[in-house]
């Protein structure tokens, strides 16, 4: 069983098509097509310019005919409602080409979002705990689970068994007590080229800036997915290398 698909454009979306006629023969019904055609589209509810679409043509004697193109659905359908086994198996040959269809559809988004993943995780200088996040947001999206690590260990700690623990500058100067406030130590951190400042689009055209860890400054800290946006990373410092890293930068800049 073989039918030939075609792309119609139904309800302003171009889809995948397949003649009734084409079906029609197929379940060899006694009805002519036209009477076969208009009964189905009667019983079936369906409804033109949405299931499926009419086009004027020619029949094999050269006389004017009406064309039916129906959506993949509605041909799924029309093998159902034949309640014999030619239509049993109508049916089943469009239920596989719905699913072929949509693990396709699956593939293809999967690419395109682990594309940008990879060009994220270079640019925003991520770790792997940070990528692994993105990833497992991407599985759940295409209904997907147990593929990706529930956690990862950074580069430079694998001695250690586990990620080392990070805090936010905020938190860290708080919890060792150190009279600095948070702008300005970030201020020292990107003079130092230790921290950047990145852009990237908001929405209605705005640009919207974000910290991001240098290469540089991956050796005290590391950037942290943003909860609000993936597009976005927040600076994290480890807490067990904190102050030696503010005590270079206060000596620095005592001097």
């Known amino acids: 069983m073989q039918f030939n698909l075609t792309k119609k454009d139904i309800n302003e979306k171009t889809i995948k098509t397949v ?4 079906i029609h023969s197929d379940i060899k ?3 002519k097509f036209a009477d076969w055609i ?14 499926f679409i009419t086009i004027q043509g020619k029949n094999k004697t050269g006389r004017p005919s009406i064309e ?13 409602m034949e309640r014999n086994e030619q239509g049993k198996k109508v049916r089943q040959y469009f239920i596989d ?15 395109v979002m682990i594309t940008m993943i990879e060009s994220m995780s270079k640019v925003l200088k991520l770790p792997e705990s940070g990528s692994l996040m993105l990833y497992d947001n991407v599985q759940k ?3 997907i689970t147990g593929l990706v690590p529930s956690y990862g260990i950074d580069s430079g700690t694998v ?3 586990s990620s080392r623990v990070t805090k936010s500058a905020t938190a860290l100067l708080k919890q060792f007590d150190i009279v600095i406030s948070a702008q300005k130590f970030n201020a020292l951190l990107i003079s130092a080229g230790y921290l950047t400042v990145e852009d990237r689009q908001a929405k209605e055209g705005k640009i ?12 005290y800290g590391k950037n942290v997915t943003s909860p609000q946006n993936p597009r976005e990373t927040q600076p994290h410092w480890f807490v067990d290398s904190f102050v030696e890293l503010v005590g270079y930068f206060m000596n620095d800049s005592s001097e």
């Not at 919207?208 to 050796?219: A, E, I, M, R, Y």
């Open 208 to 219: 919207k800036s974000f910290k991001s860890v240098t290469q540089q400054g991956l050796k």
């Open 97 to 111: 080409i719905e699913k072929t269809s949509e693990i396709k559809s699956l593939s293809e988004k999967a690419n």
């Open 141 to 143: 999206q295409l209904g």
């Open 29 to 31: 019904s006694k009805k």
């Open 68 to 80: 039916y193109y129906v959506s993949i659905d509605m041909a799924r359908h029309l093998g159902m």
């Open 159 to 161: 001695t250690t068994g």
């Open 19 to 22: 003649s009734a006629r084409e």
């Open 38 to 51: 208009r009964l189905r589209i009667k019983q079936g509810g369906f409804q033109e310019n949405i299931d």
